[in-house]
């Protein structure tokens, strides 16, 4: 069983505790459970597999990256349980202290150098999120590095983790609901071919659909840390630390995903910083955990 595995499960294992307690609150309890269970059970039997078959090519490969739909299965999860483990939305913190330290709305401030063109790269390097990632994933699998791709794996699935959990303790919806009007984003930002399609497709991940009536009331609590700042961060600089032939591509893109994080109006500038804060501890404790689960029985790969 590897490092990931345990990571899953874990979360896994909090994702059932908190559908217990909140049994009664919960639309699907029992489907939520079950689905947790299902998934722990796959988890366990594909390591279990693993460890006595090590198969080919294909095998490997698909080993490598069956976590992925696992990833985005608990991210959607997550926000089942945050209005109910914390249902007050801090915006208006978060507002302050951007206004305490700038004196302005910076995502206002920063309109003045909006222009189509830069609107349009900015929301693609937005939408390379889960891209720039995957790119290192494939790199250190074709290398037969695997070291690299373990250690690298590990480290971005409990970075994922981890900025999950910590959505608990601030939850907000982002300046484009509250200090800007949402409806209003496609006029006042607007990009070229595609900045309106990536913006769908981002809103339809935040749960908010073209046709939505009052989105900021049903959004994804998850502003506060950015994600995307603490996972893009953690990404260029394990492609620097493992000397990844794509190291520079995914520097200049993954600091534009930094960037357009504030300018297309997704987080305050309060939720880069921390994200910046959280990328660097995860990248100082997550070692530590790794040392701890391997002491107790886990490796770091098969």
Known sequence: ???????ILGMLFIYTVLCFIFWGKLETPALNLLSYFVISSAVIVFAIVSSKYKGGKVFTLVRRLYVIPIVFFIYSNIHLFIPLVNPHDYDNTLIAWDMA?????????IGQFATP????????SYMMFYVLPFILGIEFTLRDSDDRFFEFARIVIFGFFFSYLLYFFMPAIGPRFTIHDFSMINTELPGLALTNFFRDLVNAGGGVMPDTVNPALIVNRDCMPSGHTMMTLITILIAFKFKSKYKWLVAVIGFSLIFSTIYLRYHYVVDVAAGIAFALLTLWL??????????LGFYKYD
């Open 1 to 7: 069983m590897t490092i990931s595995d345990a990571y």
């Open 101 to 109: 330290i700038f004196g302005v709305h910076p995502t206002e401030w």
């Open 117 to 124: 063109i830069l609107t349009e790269y900015l929301q693609f």
């Open 286 to 295: 997550e070692p530590k955990i790794e040392l701890l689960l391997r002491n």
